[in-house]
Nanobody, 120 residues
């Protein structure tokens, strides 16, 4: 059974760091592009970052230079390292699998989300 499970969220002060993990099961992670999305209260879900099966990455402008996406295919896990966090990064963060190897394809599966709160 295909499953994506996020972890690593929590409460952090502005300027702090968190590393989110997306553990995949039921499929071979290395064959797919994986994205991170977030949804803040009252706002639409937005794409944050994506990593293709070949390792190409992209980021939304608001997180460039602060967030880093990576993957460990041996562990079937994708990570999102978030540094210099800001209150506006507060949201539920979701990982998602596209239907193929690159980030331009549509999303096929979603995780359940993990809450990130940036506050002093």
């Amino acid at each position: 059974q295909l499953q994506l499970v996020e972890s690593g969220g929590g409460l952090v002060q502005p300027g702090g760091s968190l590393r989110l993990s997306c553990a995949a099961s039921g499929f071979t992670l290395g064959n797919y592009a994986i994205g991170w999305f977030r949804q803040a209260p009252g706002k639409e879900r937005e794409g944050v970052s994506c990593i293709s099966s070949g390792g190409s990455t992209n980021y939304v402008d608001s997180v460039k230079g602060r967030f880093t996406i990576s993957r460990d295919n041996a562990k079937n896990t994708v990570y999102l390292q978030m540094n210099s966090l800001k209150p506006e990064d507060t949201a539920v963060y979701y990982c998602a699998r596209t239907i193929g190897s690159n980030c331009q394809l549509r999303i096929g599966s979603w995780g359940q989300g993990t809450q990130v709160t940036v506050s002093s």
